[in-house]
């Protein structure tokens, strides 16, 4: 197997905290719409509320930028675009490579917004067979037995994986062993990898759910609580699969 790059230790610009970094992309989305606009200036109040955060928390974030704006002009957006895309590394081109050519793998190969983002999508794998040379977004489809070929001929370093599960482990140590150092992971599972290498997973069913306990709870908070439920730990039996418990064991 091949081993393509020795990986190289993740490393965060400037010490900029992780928070900060998750909420740049937003900040980006809403300048980049400004930009198309043609908006020369922007208060933080106004950035603050197309990016959905508040803008004391914005002015700190651009401080670590080293971005403060201009009292009584706001920030320059072609500035801060051009800012947060060199601190995002979008000022250069990452070629990715998407593990899995299903129903969800096809739809990101597709997605129109990998370009113009500073990303471009070098190859599309599946260890289907019937799916080999198959185009999928203007690409052929290859194999996963080609897998650290492509990794290292690309120079990727970025590897989506959006297959069942069970595969993604095993499908996850051969990039990292190909020299990949950051996945985007679809799979339904927790993946291990060594230090040096990052990771972020993006589960559907998780963000539905946590959706579903917040309509719950605006449709039947009210309705679901007892009207005579004393204060404080209590121990009224409900049924449970073996029998009755208490609904709240006593400390």
Known sequence: ???????????????IPEATVARLPLYLRALT?????????????????????????????????????TRGVGYDVEYLVYQISREL????????????????GAALANYGGFASRGFRVAALLD??????????????????????RIVTENGVSIGVITIPAGGAQQVCD?????GVTSILNFAPTVLSVPEGVDVRKVDLSIELQILAF?????????ATAPADLPAGPHTTPRKGPDGDVPAVMPA
């Open 33 to 69: 719409a400004l930009s198309e606009r043609s908006v020369p200036t922007v208060s933080s109040e106004e950035l603050a509320t197309a990016a959905g955060v508040n803008s004391a928390k914005l002015r700190k974030d651009f401080s670590y930028l080293g971005s403060y704006g």
């Open 214 to 222: 917040h309509e719950q709870r605006k449709a039947g908070e009210d």
């Open 89 to 104: 590394g979008l000022t250069q081109d990452w070629p990715v490579v998407i593990v899995g050519v299903g129903n969800l």
């Open 127 to 148: 260890q289907d067979p019937a799916l080999t040379g198959r185009t999928v977004a203007g690409m052929p489809v290859s194999h996963t037995d080609d897998l650290e």
């Open 174 to 178: 051969r990039l990292v062993a190909a």
């Open 1 to 15: 197997m091949a081993t393509g790059r020795t990986h190289r230790p993740a490393t965060r610009s400037r010490g």
